[in-house]
């Protein structure tokens, strides 16, 4: 976002009584001098560039904040009640803003045992990845029970909530696009479920089996085309990490990419595309020992550790990561993956806006080869064309 006092370079006394000439009529100069020389300017920049930094949140740090916010708030309605319980992740290059990206907001949530959330809505889609502890979240009329390492995905503005069904706390992580939403002025919120819906409950409960979008989705491939049946599988996701954990081991021994090695993406059953419409979401592999090239993109990306660790190199900056640490690759930025093991592999699931950079037409990549020296350079890759 441009900031008019921030370009603000008039310097005479004539200057600066014009500009607050402008400023009185609801109007701004746009351009800027520099001791009256014309240089590249933050606001008009010669490469893609935002203020986003590269972060990592290490899960050693984390727990124990996370699990502090239990004795302090509750979850629910009245008192010290509070919708849902979460700890928001604040990225250092965006200030004070509730986001961890320009385009992301993620938080850590906390359900206890015995717990749920209200349901409430949203226009911005949200992706949840589970650290630990067991539990289940409802979307619109269907249930998935989930499992630490799986990935849930919730669509733009059905209902929802979620419970914890085990003895120890669940913890998962959000990942929403409010700061899109809001920017666009069309981020909505509901709340009060029961004046809205007319139920006695402040939460809905579902009317498929349990687990039913993957039994159908997920095993069969099967749709029912008969009468009203009808599902929106923008909806609700679910990615099993049993299941995305064979696939990427069964993959092994392809050549995989020389930037990402074995790199999946959990798509939309029915489009073959990206799952949300702002949001990809990828499940990787790197080998025992493998060592990626270096690439950057137009897109921003949100990363979790799964199992295993591992070293990412981002610009000038390197950060091991652990399972369930959280890090951060701003868009356009150069970076790559290595797995120092010599035995076990790495994996990690990702979050980017790669699909909404592509729908824009402005995801581009450019990659480096062994030496460092940049081998190509395009806009819109030929895997993203179903973004
Ligand atoms: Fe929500
Ligand atoms: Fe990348």
């Known amino acids: 976002m441009i900031k008019i006092e921030e370009l603000n370079h008039f310097k005479t006394d004539e200057q600066k009584k014009y500009h607050q000439k402008l400023r009185g009529l609801n109007l701004a100069e746009g351009y800027s001098y ?3 020389e014309l240089k590249p300017r933050p606001y008009w920049p010669t490469e893609p560039v935002n203020n986003v930094e590269p972060c990592l ?3 050693s740090d984390l727990h124990d904040v996370i699990c502090e916010s239990g004795r302090l708030v509750g979850v629910g309605h009245g008192g010290l009640k509070y919708d849902r319980r979460v700890i928001a992740l604040t990225n250092p290059g965006l200030e004070d803003q509730y986001a961890i990206t320009s385009s992301f907001f993620a938080d850590f949530q906390l359900i206890q045992p015995g717990e749920s959330t209200p349901s409430h809505r949203h226009t911005p889609c949200a992706s949840r990845f589970i650290f630990e502890g067991s539990g289940w979240t409802i979307v619109g009329d269907e249930r998935v029970d989930f499992q630490p ?10 209902w929802h909530n979620h419970g914890n069904s085990g003895k120890d706390d669940l913890l998962f992580l959000d990942i929403l696009d409010i700061p899109l939403m809001q920017y666009l002025g069309i981020s909505k919120w509901e709340f009060d479920y029961w004046s809205i819906t007319g139920s006695k409950e402040d939460h809905h409960t579902p009317h498929q089996a349990n687990n039913f979008p993957n039994e159908l989705y997920t095993k069969s491939h099967l749709r ?3 009468g009203s049946w009808k599902r929106n599988s923008t909806n609700f996701a679910h990615l099993r990490w049993e299941e995305a954990r ?14 990402d090695g074995i790199l999946l993406e959990f798509t939309n059953t029915e489009t073959g595309g990206s799952i949300g419409p702002t949001m990809s979401i990828f499940t990787q592999m790197l080998r025992p020992g493998e060592k990626t090239l270096s690439h950057r993109h137009t897109s921003q990306t949100i990363y979790i550790g799964v199992e295993g660790s591992g070293k990412i190199f981002i610009g000038d900056k390197e950060y091991d990561w ?3 640490d959280v890090f951060v690759v701003p868009s356009w930025v150069w970076h790559h993956h290595e797995n120092h093991s010599s035995k076990s592999p790495a994996f990690m699931h990702s979050i980017s806006d790669a699909t909404l ?22 806009w819109q890759s030929e895997y993203l064309r179903n973004f």
């Open 224 to 226: 029912p085309r008969f």
């Open 246 to 259: 064979q696939t990427l081991m069964a993959m092994e021994q392809e050549k995989g990419s020389l930037y």
């Open 57 to 59: 949140w290490q899960w």
């Open 322 to 324: 652990k399972p369930n």
């Open 34 to 36: 520099d001791e009256g």
């Open 149 to 158: 390492k799986d990935i849930v995905f919730t669509g733009q503005n059905p």
């Open 357 to 378: 950079t592509a729908k824009l037409n402005m995801y581009r990549e450019q990659q480096k080869d062994i030496e460092g020296q940049i081998v190509d350079s395009f």
